[in-house]
């Protein structure tokens, strides 16, 4: 059984720019999770997607967007990028569904720095 | 809105040392509470959980109980390892596991 897998670790991007984080999900897993965790502060909801369709938003403008697919993996997108988005994005799978609100199990994150 | 206050850290701590980690919550109805790990250069980790009033959750020697009357999940270990310095998030949810609401977390440092 593969854990979640996040690409790529690192990353360094200029203000303005788009930026695309992928997920591959814990195998047997139907729903997927994205957190943004500011330097020195706890992981913040950003959207859910469960069916390949948003299940659920946080407090984030639509400049973030994401995607599931079929095989349950997951890209987080980001537009227009500012210098508070640099952070560490966390994905994380779990298989929700028969009354189950199954745990999540997260990456190892993306971290993303806005130069 | 829900949220989450956690002591603040780094809480440094000599091996076998006892160890609490203070977390308050606040939140409407009744949410499920969790204690999150991340250890250097790895993912958040389920340390423990605990679902309604007055369960106690445990886990490798750390246990938190769930206190409605005082808001409170403190996570507390009788005697810290050098292996249990990480940072550890408190953490609430009304849906379940979903949509987490995560403190802003505590660094434990266990020195020899």
């Known amino acids: 059984e593969t854990g979640v897998t996040q690409s790529p670790t690192h990353l360094i991007k200029t203000r303005g720019q788009q930026v695309t984080l992928r997920c591959s999900s814990q195998s047997g897993h139907n729903t997927v999770s994205w957190y943004q965790q500011a330097l020195g502060q706890g992981p913040q909801f950003i959207f859910q997607y469960y069916r390949e369709e948003e299940n659920g938003r946080g407090n984030f403008p639509p400049r973030f967007s994401g995607l599931q697919f079929p095989n349950y993996s997951s890209e987080l997108n980001v537009n227009a990028l500012e210098l508070d988005d640099s952070a560490l994005y966390l994905c994380?799978?779990?298989?929700?569904?028969?009354?189950?609100?199954?745990?999540?199990?997260f990456g190892e994150g993306s971290r993303l720095t806005v130069l | 809105g829900n949220s989450v206050t956690q002591m603040e850290g780094p809480v440094t701590l000599s091996e076998e040392a006892f160890l609490t980690i203070n977390c308050t919550y606040t939140a409407t109805g009744y949410p499920s509470l969790f204690w999150y790990v991340q250890y250097p250069g790895e993912g958040l980790q389920l340390l423990l959980k605990?679902?309604?009033?007055?369960d106690k959750g445990s886990n490798k020697g750390f246990e938190a109980t769930y206190r409605k009357e005082t808001t409170s999940f403190h996570l507390e270990k009788g005697s810290v390892q050098v292996s249990d310095s990480a940072v550890y998030f408190c953490?609430?949810?009304?849906?379940?596991?979903?949509?987490?609401?995560f403190g802003t977390g505590t660094r434990l440092l266990v020195s020899p």
């Open positions: 953490a609430l949810s009304d849906t379940g596991f979903q949509k987490l609401v």
């Open positions: 994380a799978s779990s298989l929700v569904g028969q009354g189950l609100t199954g745990e999540l199990f």
């Open positions: 605990a679902t309604k009033a007055d």
